[in-house]
């Protein structure tokens, strides 16, 4: 066990529906990385959030956003969803924003009808 | 960006056996992790070796930065070691951020 929560463990959805993706970071870290595992692109980086603010931004579609709260624990929300959306998404969490290891949670499996 | 090449893509192996498997990176990195995706899905932290060399059980890992390789050592495999294992890494230039760039991992598969 990482440390790092995620729900639900799974989604299924149909084209056009938005849902929301939430993530509780280790006790203590402050960044919180999103990527999605999708069986023709791999494992890809979407976005980091370090104390609240956006730090990075990989290959995010413009219908994907996400947030950190206060509380450090993460949402990303992904509207107007496609098939091709379909994946594993993964949340990250690691103490600072540089040279740090970052740990996994169990990821969301998604699954878009 | 870095590019990450791990070979073999696919690995057999008989219980009991060793393997190394290998991951190429295309620039200068600050932080290197390898990670065993079980057949659950999960993605298991197995080192975080951005240089050096390290040891876990029957696992080791070497880095070696200025070659801009990473190997990754198991040995007397069991069948619960079956999976695939990713090499990701952090370009050392990058500004800010932090964000890993994965390999395609290697699929290994061993059997009792």
């Known amino acids: 066990d990482s440390g790092v929560t995620q729900t639900p463990k799974h989604l299924i959805t149909a084209t056009g529906q938005r849902v929301t993706l939430r993530c509780s970071p280790r006790?203590?870290?402050?960044?919180v990385y999103w990527y999605q595992q999708s069986l023709d692109q791999g494992l890809q980086f979407l976005i980091q959030?370090?104390?609240?603010?956006?730090?990075a931004k990989g290959n995010i579609l413009e219908r994907f956003s996400a947030q950190q709260f206060p509380d450090l624990h993460s949402e990303l929300n992904l509207s107007s969803l496609e098939l091709g959306d379909s994946a594993l998404y993964f949340c990250?969490?690691?103490?600072?924003?540089?040279?740090?290891?970052?740990?996994f949670g169990p990821g969301t499996r998604l699954t878009v009808l | 960006g870095i590019q990450v090449e791990q070979s073999p893509p696919d690995l057999i192996l008989q219980e009991g056996a060793n393997s190394t498997l290998r991951c190429n990176f295309s620039?200068?990195?600050?932080?290197l992790q390898w990670f065993h995706q079980n057949p659950w899905g999960q993605l298991i932290n197995l080192f975080y070796?951005?240089?050096g060399t390290k040891q876990n059980g029957r696992l080791s890992a070497t880095t070696v930065a200025t070659e801009r390789y990473s190997l990754l050592y198991i040995s007397s495999s069991q069948t619960t070691d079956s999976g695939v294992y990713f090499c990701?890494?952090?370009?050392?230039?990058?500004?800010?951020?932090?964000?890993?760039?994965f390999g395609e991992g290697t699929q290994l598969t061993v059997n009792p």
């Open positions: 990250a969490s690691s103490r600072r924003d540089s040279y740090n290891e970052q740990f």
């Open positions: 006790s203590g870290d402050l960044s």
């Open positions: 959030y370090y104390n609240g603010e956006e730090r």
């Open positions: 620039d200068s990195v600050n932080n």
């Open positions: 070796i951005p240089s």
């Open positions: 990701a890494v952090k370009r050392g230039t990058e500004a800010s951020g932090s964000r890993l760039t």
